[in-house]
């Protein structure tokens, strides 16, 4: 019963944090972004699977879902098991058949990731132990953890008391045996093209320089191109700036973000 409260608790603490950020990020009216790719190329493209974060119900990332489709990808939701609650790399097993079944539905050799916050550290955990260099062609992972996070007592953030049990809490916590197992050696192994989006408001990921990676990523500091934009943790699934940021990750562009972007 205390589980399904703290699971209650912290789905409604996400879907109100996505309410008021999306208040928060609003803009006036902006030029255009850069031109996205071309439909017809996106379309040929490898599928992006959005992978969710802690608590994250797959309706949180519609926003971003639904950018990626009205660019042309063919665009998958992935909801991690028991709300990413449990240990990560179970979770990253069940991710690798997600990708598999994703591959055989659509065709494609490799797909895309783009990732958030504790979804990074399943995708990499993927990647990096579970032969994931094989089937990924690109990852983007958006404020997630990499090193992990003193704020990791998410609960305790909230007002909710300690980790409570949380297994994925607990692994995010800054020198967790998981983080380290995951940390050891090359960060950023296989031909993956590695992104790591992050922004200095970020609420749940301290220090803010964790959510980087080292060895080779193209880590991008929202703040270091937009100094004024105003970006929270569970913003980064809906800022407009943000996405231009992936968007042009996905295409293997130049980091050229839209500051004005809606």
Known sequence: MLLRKTVLVLSLATAALLASTATATAAPAAPAAPAAAPVAVAAAAAPVIVVGGLSGVAVAYEPIAARLRGDGYRTFIYQLPGLGLGDIPTSARAFAGYVNQVRASTG??????????????????????????????????????????????????????????????????????????????DDTPGAVRYTTIRTLQDELVRPTGNAAVNDGATNVLIQAYCPLRVVGHLGLVLDGTAYTIVRGALVDGPVRPNCLAL
């Open 108 to 185: 494609a050799a490799t797909v895309d990731v783009v990732a958030h916050s504790e979804g990074g550290l399943v995708a990499r955990y993927y990647l990096k132990r579970l032969g994931g260099t094989a089937t990924v062609g690109r990852y983007v992972s958006l404020g997630s953890p990499q090193y992990g996070t003193y704020v990791a007592n998410i609960l305790a953030f909230l007002g909710l008391g300690s980790c409570a049990g949380i297994v994925a809490c607990q692994q995010m916590t800054i020198g967790s045996a998981f983080l380290a197992d995951l940390n050891a050696g």
